[in-house]
């Protein structure tokens, strides 16, 4: 069992930046792709980045390409993402998942294990 605790969702002005970070314990995770996902009130949840076991390979959505940079510490077991020039549209809960493989995968049904999410709000 692996289990995923997330932090760093705060309450932000439009145009700030925000550090999520996603520790995890019970096993490692460095063999595993990271992702991290979100969901916002009303709708599903959504993809916004992923990384490889070794941090080589990075995916991210279109809604956040070039705002959000995803990394990896596996000295840490743990993933970060950060997150610049935040808009509105980013407020959401944000949750950090252990995939099934070690690629950057951008489904939700290739993740096992998931955080309980932080949340992020970002005010106009």
């Known amino acids: 069992q692996v289990q995923l605790v997330e932090s760093g969702g705060a309450l932000v002005q439009a145009g700030g930046s925000l550090r999520l970070s996603c520790a995890a314990s019970?096993?490692?995770?460095?063999?595993?792709?990271m992702g991290w996902f979100r969901q916002a009130p009303g709708k599903e949840r959504e993809f916004v980045a992923a990384?490889?076991?070794?941090?080589?390979?990075?995916n991210y959505a279109d809604s956040v390409k070039g705002r959000c940079s995803i990394s990896r510490d596996n000295t840490k077991n743990t993933v970060y993402l950060q997150m610049n020039s935040l808009e509105p549209e980013d407020t959401a809960v944000y949750y950090c998942?252990?995939?099934?493989?070690?690629?950057?995968?951008?489904?939700?049904?290739?993740?096992?294990?998931w955080g309980q999410g932080t949340q992020v709000t970002v005010s106009s």
């Open positions: 998942a252990v995939a099934r493989s070690g690629l950057p995968l951008t489904s939700d049904s290739g993740y096992t294990y």
């Open positions: 019970g096993r490692t995770v460095g063999g595993y792709g």
């Open positions: 990384i490889s076991s070794t941090g080589g390979l990075k």
